[in-house]
């Protein structure tokens, strides 16, 4: 009972304080110190994390990032798409007319690739906003 009181008590100062919460560090710390003195790993852009609540019990929590890449890497993500999307229609003479109609038709290749090279994200709605490609075509 008294870590969720603690708990609560922790939120309330976090709006007392959001003004720290709103500047966001060049670089994600790779672990933080909670407000027990207890070392926490900070997790990366999609990580799954066990956690102890209540009477000790283990559960686990989807951590999903919200803070947006910087300028170099959405540059890298752009370069990969365009490599992979190149490596797709090589040697294909039978193209779409219309670059969204090419870039829908090799989504599925792409984020197939993706995944084998191990990156954490697909191209969908909000990748192909934040590299500045044009929406899906309905």
């Known amino acids: 009972m008294g870590k969720l009181l603690r708990w609560i008590a922790g939120i309330g100062a976090a709006f007392k304080r ?3 919460y709103f500047l966001r560090p060049t ?3 790779s672990d933080v ?3 027990t003195g207890t070392q926490c790993a900070v997790a990366g852009d999609n ?3 066990t956690v102890e609540v209540g009477f000790g019990q283990a559960t686990q ?5 919200t ?3 910087d300028q170099q890497e959405i540059q890298r993500r752009r370069e990969l798409v365009r490599a992979l999307f190149n490596d797709f229609w090589n040697g294909n003479d039978d193209k ?3 670059f969204v109609d090419r870039l829908n038709q090799a989504e599925p290749y792409l984020n197939e690739r993706l995944t084998a090279r191990g990156e954490p994200w697909q191209l969908d709605a909000s990748a192909r906003k934040m590299l500045g490609l044009p929406p899906r075509a309905n």
């Open 18 to 20: 959001s003004d720290e």
């Open 27 to 29: 670089s994600p710390p």
């Open 33 to 35: 110190v909670d407000e």
């Open 47 to 49: 990580a799954t994390a």
């Open 61 to 65: 929590v989807e951590v999903i990032s």
């Open 67 to 69: 803070i947006l890449p």
């Open 96 to 98: 779409p007319v219309t």
